[in-house]
């Protein structure tokens, strides 16, 4: 089976500029993690998706935003960059309906904001 | 709310060797899993082993083994033989076991170092 896939890899963007990753799951995955890794903070989590809906939440501003669809491909979104949203982006997905807990990586998309 | 410790930023351990990694966790939750992940430098997460709160037996991969002291809250990870491409950051997460949501919970990792 093909991984996690993740597009794009890297980013560059400008502060006030939004954002949006996009994250492939193993087929047959239907559950859609993201986490926000730096340096500062390691790596925490961003929301949870699974069968379109989100069924979990990280503390994060409403600025980051996600969405996932029927075919389980999900996207976040970051509006109104700020320069403290440089980091790697990591989607994981698992498959829980099957007792499935294991999260499985993405290479990430680097996002840097200058 | 769930926290992992790992209270060793660096270490170095030779080729050939063992090393164990350790980690602490703090929940108050009964059933729950717990996972190592390594991160080598091409940032890549890659799952190591995995472990069942309510197994007994501790889980091993090849090389890699774990001591899981549930009473204590202790899950550290032993790597046998240790071999140059183990070199990465390795991470301790915490899972709670529900039907409804999936949440990882990181601790801040131990950076491994293999030297020849």
């Known amino acids: 089976k093909a991984g996690v896939t993740q597009t794009p890899r890297y980013l560059i963007k400008t502060r006030g500029q939004q954002v949006t990753l996009s994250c492939s799951p193993i087929?047959?995955?239907?559950?859609v993690s993201w986490y926000q890794q730096t340096p500062g903070q390691g790596l925490q989590f961003l929301f949870e998706?699974?069968?379109?809906?989100?069924?979990n939440k990280g503390n994060f501003p409403g600025r980051f935003s996600g969405r996932q669809f029927s075919n389980s491909r999900s996207e976040m979104n970051v509006s109104t960059l700020e320069l403290g949203d440089s980091a790697l982006y990591l989607c994981a997905s698992s498959n829980p309906v099957a007792g499935g807990n294991t999260q499985y990586f993405g290479p990430g998309t680097r996002l840097t904001v200058l | 709310a769930q926290t992992v410790t790992q209270s060793q930023p660096e270490m170095s351990v030779q080729e050939a060797e063992t090393v164990t990694l350790s980690c602490t966790y703090d929940t108050s939750e009964n059933n729950y899993y717990l996972f190592w992940y390594k991160q080598p430098p091409s940032r890549q997460m890659i799952l190591v082993i995995r472990q069942e709160a309510y197994k007994q037996q501790n889980a091993t991969e090849n090389r890699f083994s774990v001591n899981f002291q549930k009473a204590a809250k202790s899950f550290s990870l032993k790597i046998s033989d240790s071999q140059l491409g183990d070199t990465a950051m390795y991470f301790c997460a915490f899972m709670k076991q529900s039907g409804t949501a999936s949440k990882l919970t990181f601790g801040t990792g131990t950076r491994l170092q293999v030297t020849l």
């Open positions: 998706y699974f069968s379109e809906t989100q069924r």
């Open positions: 087929s047959g995955h239907r559950s």
